[in-house]
C-alpha cells in the first residue's frame, strides 16, 4: 500500500515537472517571437513552431496571445528577485549594495536578450500589464533598492534629504535607457561596459556630503505660497 502511494506521489511530481518544462519551452519560444515580431506580427502558430509544441498545448496554458505575452516575464522576474536577495545578504554597506543591484540586474539583461526586449520594448508601455502577477514580481525588484536607499539614509552612509522614489526612478531609468540602445544599435556592445559612469552618477546623488547646487528659481518658489512636498508612491 506505502509503495503504490509514492509511485502515485513520484508519478504526480514527475508530471508537474513535465508540465513546468512544457510551459517554460513555451514561453521561450513566445520571447523570441514577440521580441522579434512584436506583439501585433507574432502568430500562435509561429510560436508554436518555434518552442516545437502544438497550437493546442500553447492555448491549454495560456488563453490568449496577450495571456502568454503577460506571463513571459513572470518566472525570470522570481528568478532575478531570489539571485539579488541571496548575493545582497553576502554584502555589507548601503553603496556595495547598489553597485550589486546595477550589475546584477545589467548582468540580467543582457544574459536574457529575447526577454528583455519584450519587457521594455513592449510591455513597458501597456497599461493592462500593471495588472498582472508579472508586473507584481517586478515591483518586488524596485522594493529592493528602495529599501537599501532606505538602509543607507538610516545608517549616515547617504544624505537624509533624499527621496528613495526620485533616486531610484533616476536610476532605473537611465538604466533602461542604456539598455534599450544596446538592444537597438548594440551600442554599448558589453552591458557591463556602462556599470562603473552609471554607479558614478549614482553615488553623487547619495552620497552625504555632496553638495548640490540650487537653482535660484526653485529657491524663490519653495519660499512662496502653496509649495507642497511631493510624496509618490511606489
Not at 516545437?52 to 528577485?81: H, V
Not at 550589475?103 to 543582457?110: A, R, T, V
Not at 517586478?138 to 544624505?159: A, T, Y
Request: glycine letters at 4%; hydrophobic letters at 40%.
Amino acid at each position: 500500500m506505502i509503495r503504490r502511494q509514492r509511485e502515485t506521489v513520484g508519478d504526480y511530481m514527475a508530471g508537474l515537472e513535465k508540465t513546468e518544462a512544457r510551459k517554460i519551452k513555451i514561453l521561450e519560444g513566445a520571447a523570441k517571437v514577440f521580441s522579434k515580431k512584436g506583439f501585433q506580427d507574432a502568430t500562435i502558430s509561429e510560436i508554436a513552431k518555434t518552442s516545437r509544441t502544438s497550437e493546442a498545448s500553447i492555448y491549454d496554458y495560456y488563453t490568449t496571445k496577450e495571456n502568454l505575452l503577460f506571463s513571459i516575464p513572470l518566472e525570470l522576474m522570481r528568478q532575478l528577485y531570489e539571485v539579488m536577495e541571496y548575493h545582497l545578504k553576502l554584502i555589507r554597506g548601503s553603496i556595495n549594495k547598489v553597485y550589486a543591484v546595477m550589475n546584477i540586474q545589467l548582468l540580467f539583461y543582457q544574459e536574457h536578450p529575447e526577454f528583455t526586449a519584450v519587457l521594455l520594448l513592449i510591455l513597458k508601455h501597456n497599461r493592462k500589464f500593471i495588472d498582472t502577477e508579472s508586473h507584481k514580481e517586478i515591483r518586488k525588484n524596485l522594493r529592493i533598492f528602495d529599501q537599501i536607499i532606505e538602509e543607507g539614509i538610516q545608517s549616515g552612509e547617504f544624505r537624509q534629504n533624499i527621496n528613495p522614489y526620485y533616486v531610484r526612478s533616476i536610476f532605473i531609468g537611465t538604466m533602461e535607457h542604456i539598455v534599450i540602445n544596446w538592444l537597438m544599435v548594440g551600442n554599448p556592445k558589453n552591458l557591463t561596459d556602462a556599470s562603473d559612469q552609471l554607479f558614478d552618477m549614482c553615488v553623487r546623488l547619495l552620497q552625504k556630503d555632496e553638495k548640490i547646487p540650487v537653482c535660484s528659481f526653485m529657491a524663490d518658489h519653495q519660499h512662496g505660497a502653496g509649495v507642497q512636498e511631493v510624496k509618490p508612491e511606489s
